[in-house]
């Protein structure tokens, strides 16, 4: 079954930067874009980034556009989440994403049939 594993969140001061890990197994990861959303307390899961399963196409959601970058090494099963300039709006838990069909690129959540465990991110003022 496919798992998905993420880990590098953490407690960062404003203007800080953390990097997120999201390793992937079970099914063919070259496959099938994969993306990061987030949670907010009482807010909308959202999209922040995705990466299309050849690589060569990326998205980044308005609120991080400049700040954030989704990167992927297929040959790891990894895909990651650079995050530079953080601010205390940027404090929500980040779930890691797999869309559920191979060779289809999607930026609703719907799409998207597996996910991590979710890992914290708290940006401090």
């Known amino acids: 079954q496919v798992q998905l594993v993420e880990s590098g969140g953490g407690l960062v001061q404003a203007g800080g930067s953390l990097r997120l890990s999201c390793a992937a197994s079970g099914r063919t990861f070259t496959w099938y874009t994969m993306a990061w959303f987030r949670q907010a307390p009482g807010k909308e899961r959202e999209l922040v980034a995705a990466i299309r399963y050849s690589g060569g196409v990326t998205y980044i959601g308005d609120s991080v556009k400049g700040r954030f970058t989704i990167s992927r090494d297929n040959a790891k099963g990894t895909v990651y989440l650079l995050m530079n300039s953080l601010k205390p709006e940027d404090t929500a838990v980040y779930y890691c994403?797999?869309?559920?069909?191979?060779?289809?690129?999607?930026?609703?959540?719907?799409?998207?049939?597996?996910w991590g465990q979710g890992t914290q991110v708290t940006v401090s003022s």
């Open positions: 994403a797999q869309h559920r069909s191979m060779s289809r690129w999607s930026l609703s959540r719907f799409d998207y049939g597996y």
